[in-house]
Structure formats: C-alpha cells, structure tokens
C-alpha cells in the first residue's frame, strides 16, 4: 500500500514558470525524502527533510514539511525543459533500523515545454 | 564515486523461469534494499538487507528472496516467474544508520516475463 499521494498527477508548464508538487502522507515520520525519475531510468535523489525540519534548499529546489498537516511540497523554480520527469515523494517510517525502508506515493509527471 | 550499480540492465524470462539480480552498492555503504516497479502498483519496497541480515521485509509472496554479502553486494532472486512479475528492479543503498541517512538509487533491472 502506498504512504502518499501526490498532487497533481500530472503537471505542464512552460519553461521559466514555477512548478510545486504536493506530496501527503498518512503516519508518522522519520524523514521525507524528494526523488526525480526520467523515463526509464532510475531514481535520483534530490533532497532529504528530517521531520524536525520545516524547510531545505538545493540550487533551484525547495522542499517544505508540514509535520501537522502530514504534507510536504517540492518547488522547482525557473524551470526548464531537463526537468521533465516523474517526481515521487518517499518517506521513512520505521525505527530501529525501518529508516531505509521507503513507501512512495504515486508520483507527479512533470512537463516543461521550451 | 561510483553509485549503486545494477546488472543486468534488461532481460527476457519465461513463464516459470527464475531469475537473479545483482547489485553493488555505493562503497561504504551497509544497507542495501530492493523495490519494485509497476505502472499499476507503483513504487514498493521488497526488503532490506544489513550487515548480510534481513532487516525490513515488504509484503512479496516467497518467491521474492534476497541476500547480502559481507562486502555488501546484495542479489534478489525471483523463482516460478509469473507475468505479473515484469517490473523495473530498482536497488538502493545508504549507510542505514540513522534517519538522516540519504539513500541511493540504481539505474535499474528491466525484467520482462514472457
């Protein structure tokens, strides 16, 4: 069974804009972490938020976490036509050692045209 | 630094074969866990191995079974290969210490069942 649900399933927008992924979950966490994934091809990692963390920066990527709400979302700002892709949101569960023990949501298919 | 290597890339199997996948982790790196991926089930975790030991299982029938090296290489076997077991075989590893502990993705094993 999937943790999380991402929103929207499906996003298009045109290269220069702004695009925000929304990611909730339904127990508790360890951590939260953000994943890009190309057609075919594995998963790259993008950023990892503890749950004592309200918000983390890479280059162009922001990740909020809203432990209250149970949500997290991903900015990807000036985007451009590289960053289509599949983004999933993944987050951490366990304890004693069920930290590398990932459920994913159903993921956020990106679109930037030129 | 080389990343989490998987092999093979792609394969074809029969009905009721059995398969072997293989996967090196980031050097350094102890734990080692195996997903699966489906357009219709999505992302989910198979298990986890540490230090050559189970630690986490996901809820796979029997015929999903695995194991650890001590130089923490890690092999996944499936066994009477249904069709519903084509899939993207990911691997992953981390230093699987504590929550804080990013974890890594291979490109992946493409298995078809024929």
């Known amino acids: 069974s999937q943790q999380g649900e991402e929103d929207p399933q499906a996003l298009s927008i045109q290269e220069g804009e702004n695009a925000t992924m929304n990611c909730s979950y339904k127990t508790s966490i360890n951590n939260l972490q953000w994943y890009r994934q190309n057609s075919g091809r594995g998963l790259v990692h993008l950023i990892l938020?503890?749950?004592?963390?309200r918000e983390k920066h890479s280059g162009r990527l922001r990740v909020t976490l809203d432990t209250s709400k149970k949500s997290s979302s991903l900015l990807i700002t000036a985007s451009r036509a590289a960053d289509t892709a599949s983004y999933f949101c993944?987050?951490?569960?366990?304890?004693?050692?069920?930290?590398?023990?990932?459920?994913f949501g159903a993921g956020t298919r990106l679109a930037v045209h030129p | 630094k080389a990343g989490v290597t998987q092999t093979p890339r792609y394969l074809i199997k029969t009905r009721g074969q059995q398969v072997t996948l293989s996967c090196s982790p980031i050097?350094?790196?102890?734990?080692v866990s195996w997903y699966q991926q489906t357009p219709g089930q999505g992302l989910q975790f198979l298990f986890e191995?540490?230090?050559?030991?189970?630690?986490n299982k996901g809820n796979f029938p029997g015929r999903f079974s695995g194991r650890q090296f001590s130089n923490s290489r890690s092999e996944m076997n499936v066994s009477t290969l249904e069709l519903g077991d084509s899939a993207l075989y990911l691997c992953?590893?981390?230093?699987?210490?504590?929550?804080?502990?990013?974890?890594?993705f291979g490109e992946g094993s493409w298995l078809t069942v024929v």
């Open positions: 938020i503890r749950s004592n963390e």
């Open positions: 050097s350094g790196h102890r734990s």
């Open positions: 191995y540490f230090s050559e030991t189970q630690r």
């Open positions: 992953a590893s981390s230093l699987g210490r504590d929550s804080g502990n990013t974890i890594y």
């Open positions: 993944a987050t951490a569960v366990g304890s004693s050692g069920g930290y590398n023990k990932l459920i």
